[in-house]
């Protein structure tokens, strides 16, 4: 009878150090808090939430907040923490983050962030009322934000993208597969940011070679926009700041993505916003327009008239959100996982397939710039 008790202990004792090793241990585990630098500067805290079992079979998701210039904004706001913990229960890797001068990311490298010189948009459009150039302030807030600056919170999520780029090398995550996933504003820059990556291209190269021109045909990798699996955007908005880039949205930052590359995009209202309603099936029906392989999607979800992330209920994010990422990463397929060398690597921008090549990022760079002025934002 002992010798029996024995070796049922045993057995359980086993199982439950298997249990503790197995690789569905990562979830539903606290998400770790990060930082990483924008290549103008500031510093962004997010939340990572590691995948189980083995990356390279899902996507990584990526969250953007919606955010307001009152009301502010920050990815602890309404459903984003439930959301990134059942996607993390799915398998996915999640980064989410606050956007500059909102929620925690509020802290800059006052050397780089206050250039005037190499970085004008934050010296002429963020400063505080009363600002000392001799000692210029090593925090930011988004009240002192004029409305022209907040197109530059795109700058973030290039930042954000190559995080994932090291966490990808680190095979924490597989960030050729990724999945955006925005709200308001937050989409609008996305849907910004998903455009700049259909030109932007890394070059292959040793990085001792990288300062001598490349030849696009031999040199350069697939645009970068290769790595999106999708877009899900919950009542995108035709402004960022005060400007309107409703045009621009539906003319060339939307058809990049789903037209010319054939990036699945989700337009989610509410079922009582009739606003919003209107606006993403005129934005699914331009974009789409006679081309059936063009996928995207104006879709309802339950949730009256409220807008953005107040859709991210918790039945909503189990029911609705959640399985629409799994048909979309299955409808997608999986890339495999390859080293980004996002660090020791140039980037370039080629507008044209066969056209000049502009340098975006040089190698030992941390994160690259985004370019306003190729995406139709200034002069």
């Given at each position: 009878?002992?010798?029996?008790?024995?070796?049922?202990?045993?057995t359980?004792?086993?199982?439950?150090?298997?249990a503790?090793?197995?690789?569905?241990?990562?979830?539903?585990q606290?998400?770790?808090?990060?930082?990483f630098?924008t290549?103008?500067?500031?510093?962004?805290?997010?939340s990572?939430?590691?995948?189980g079992g083995?990356?390279?079979?899902?996507?990584?998701?990526?969250?953007?907040?919606?955010f307001?210039?009152?009301?502010?904004?920050?990815?602890?706001?309404?459903?984003?923490?439930?959301?990134?913990?059942?996607?993390q229960?799915?398998?996915?890797?999640?980064?989410?983050?606050?956007?500059?001068?909102?929620g925690?990311?509020?802290?800059?490298?006052?050397?780089?962030?206050?250039?005037?010189?190499?970085?004008?948009?934050?010296?002429?459009?963020?400063?505080?009322?009363?600002?000392?150039?001799?000692?210029?302030?090593?925090?930011?807030?988004?009240?002192?934000?004029?409305?022209?600056?907040?197109?530059?919170?795109?700058?973030d999520?290039?930042?954000?993208?190559?995080?994932?780029?090291?966490?990808?090398?680190?095979k924490?995550?597989?960030?050729?597969?990724?999945?955006?996933?925005?709200?308001?504003?937050?989409?609008?820059?996305?849907?910004?940011?998903v455009?700049?990556?259909?030109?932007?291209?890394?070059?292959?190269?040793?990085?001792?070679?990288?300062?001598?021109?490349?030849?696009?045909?031999?040199?350069?990798?697939?645009?970068?926009?290769?790595?999106?699996?999708?877009?899900?955007?919950?009542?995108?908005?035709?402004?960022?700041?005060?400007?309107?880039?409703?045009?621009?949205?539906?003319?060339?930052?939307?058809?990049?993505?789903?037209?010319?590359?054939?990036?699945?995009?989700?337009?989610?209202?509410?079922?009582?916003?009739?606003?919003?309603?209107?606006?993403?099936?005129?934005?699914?029906?331009?974009?789409k327009?006679?081309?059936?392989e063009?996928?995207?999607?104006?879709?309802?979800?339950?949730?009256?008239?409220?807008?953005g992330?107040?859709?991210l209920?918790?039945?909503?994010?189990?029911?609705?959100?959640?399985?629409?990422?799994?048909?979309?990463?299955?409808?997608?397929?999986?890339?495999?996982?390859i080293?980004k060398?996002?660090?020791?690597?140039?980037?370039?921008?080629?507008?044209q397939?066969?056209?000049?090549?502009?340098?975006?990022?040089?190698?030992?760079?941390?994160?690259?710039?985004?370019?306003?002025k190729?995406?139709?934002?200034?002069?």
């Amino acid at each position: 009878m002992m010798s029996l008790w024995r070796t049922s202990l045993l057995t359980g004792l086993v199982a439950a150090v298997a249990a503790l090793l197995s690789p569905s241990d990562a979830y539903g585990q606290k998400p770790d808090t990060v930082k990483f630098e924008t290549a103008d500067g500031v510093t962004i805290q997010g939340s990572f939430y590691a995948a189980g079992g083995k990356v390279n079979k899902k996507a990584v998701v990526m969250l953007l907040h919606d955010f307001d210039a009152k009301k502010g904004g920050g990815r602890t706001q309404d459903g984003w923490g439930d959301l990134a913990t059942r996607l993390q229960d799915a398998g996915y890797a999640v980064l989410s983050f606050d956007f500059r001068g909102f929620g925690d990311s509020t802290e800059v490298n006052k050397g780089t962030y206050w250039d005037s010189k190499k970085h004008p948009h934050n010296f002429n459009y963020a400063r505080p009322r009363v600002f000392n150039q001799a000692k210029p302030p090593e925090s930011i807030e988004h009240k002192n934000f004029t409305p022209h600056y907040y197109a530059y919170l795109v700058y973030d999520i290039a930042a954000a993208k190559a995080y994932l780029d090291r966490e990808n090398d680190r095979k924490g995550a597989n960030s050729s597969n990724l999945i955006l996933v925005g709200a308001g504003q937050g989409a609008t820059l996305g849907a910004m940011w998903v455009a700049n990556e259909a030109y932007r291209r890394r070059d292959k190269r040793p990085a001792n070679q990288a300062f001598t021109a490349p030849n696009a045909a031999t040199d350069l990798a697939d645009p970068e926009i290769k790595d999106v699996a999708g877009c899900v955007w919950l009542t995108i908005s035709p402004t960022i700041g005060n400007r309107n880039v409703g045009q621009t949205l539906q003319r060339t930052w939307l058809p990049a993505a789903a037209k010319t590359n054939k990036v699945p995009v989700a337009l989610y209202y509410g079922d009582g916003d009739k606003k919003g309603d209107d606006y993403a099936n005129t934005l699914a029906k331009s974009v789409k327009g006679n081309d059936s392989e063009v996928q995207i999607r104006a879709l309802v979800i339950k949730g009256g008239d409220q807008k953005g992330s107040k859709l991210l209920t918790e039945a909503a994010n189990k029911d609705v959100i959640v399985p629409f990422l799994e048909k979309m990463n299955k409808t997608r397929g999986t890339r495999e996982q390859i080293d980004k060398k996002v660090e020791a690597s140039a980037f370039y921008y080629q507008v044209q397939a066969k056209g000049p090549l502009t340098l975006n990022k040089k190698a030992g760079d941390e994160a690259p710039p985004v370019s306003l002025k190729m995406l139709g934002l200034i002069p």
